[in-house]
C-alpha cells in the first residue's frame, strides 16, 4: 500500500493539469491537488504501520509517467474521462475495499490508520462523481460526447479489472491474525470489484445519461472506433 499510495500521486497531479488546460473553476483544481497531496501522505501513513510492525519502511517506486493523451478527443472530454477512471471507478473500489478492511481490522493502531485512508478515498471517489455533476449541462448539450464516453468505457472498464480485479494466482485466504491487522484479502479482490462496480459505479455513471452498463457488458481492451 506504501508503495502504491505513492505512486497514485502521479495519477492526480496530471488529473490537475488536465483540469487546469480547460480552466476549470479553482475549487476543482485545488481539490485535485490535494487529492495527490492525499496519496503522498497515505504513503506516508502506510509507512507508519510498517515500521510499528517491525519492518523497514523502504520502496522502489516505478518511474512516474503521464499518461498517453486521448488523441480522439478534445481537452474537457479528456478531463473527463481522466476523473471518470481516476475517481468514479478506481477510487470508488478502493473505499468499498477500505471501508470492509476497517470493519474486519482489530488492532487499534493499523485500525486509526485504515480509518484515516478510508476518509479521503471517500472524498477522492465522491469527487468523481460531483465533478460529472457539475458537467451535467455541458454533457447534455453534447450527446456525442456523452456516446464517445461510453465507447472510452468499454476499454476502461476492461483495463480497470485487469488492473484491480483480478485474483493473483498465488493467492491464499487470510489467517485470522492477518485479518486482525487490516491485510488485504487477495483472494476477495474480484468479488470486491465486481460488487462494487455493479452497485456503485455504474448506477453512478447512469445518472448522467450514460450507458455504463452496456459498456460494462462489452467491455474490451481492444478501444472501440
Not at 475549487?27 to 491537488?33: E, H, K, P, T
Not at 445518472?207 to 472506433?225: H, I, N, Y
Amino acid at each position: 500500500m506504501m508503495k502504491t499510495e505513492y505512486e497514485s500521486a502521479a495519477v492526480f497531479i496530471d488529473m490537475a493539469m488536465q483540469v487546469r488546460v480547460i480552466n476549470d473553476p479553482l475549487d476543482v483544481q485545488a481539490v485535485v491537488l490535494r487529492m495527490a497531496q492525499d496519496e503522498l501522505r497515505h504513503a506516508a501513513i502506510a509507512a507508519r504501520v510498517v515500521t510499528a510492525l517491525g519492518a523497514e519502511a523502504r520502496i522502489q517506486p516505478a518511474a512516474p509517467r503521464r499518461a498517453p493523451p486521448h488523441r480522439d478527443c478534445g481537452p474537457e472530454e479528456s478531463a473527463l474521462r481522466a476523473v471518470i477512471f481516476g475517481c468514479c471507478l478506481s477510487e470508488t473500489v478502493n473505499a468499498a475495499r477500505l471501508a470492509k478492511r476497517y470493519a474486519e481490522t482489530a488492532d487499534p493502531f493499523v485500525k486509526n490508520a485504515v480509518r484515516a485512508l478510508l476518509a479521503d478515498e471517500r472524498l477522492h471517489a465522491q469527487f468523481g462523481f460531483y465533478y460529472l455533476e457539475s458537467r451535467r449541462t455541458w454533457l447534455a448539450a453534447r450527446p456525442e460526447v456523452c456516446r464517445s464516453l461510453e465507447r472510452y468505457l468499454h476499454f476502461g472498464f476492461a483495463a480497470l479489472e485487469r488492473q484491480m480485479g483480478a485474483v493473483p494466482i498465488d493467492a491464499e485466504p487470510l489467517t485470522e491474525a492477518e485479518r486482525a491487522l487490516g491485510l488485504p484479502d487477495l483472494t476477495e479482490l474480484s468479488q470486491t470489484f465486481q460488487k462494487t462496480i455493479l452497485n456503485a459505479c455504474i448506477p453512478g455513471l447512469a445518472r448522467f445519461g450514460l450507458d455504463a452498463l452496456g459498456a460494462w457488458q462489452a467491455r474490451s481492451l481492444t478501444p472501440r472506433e
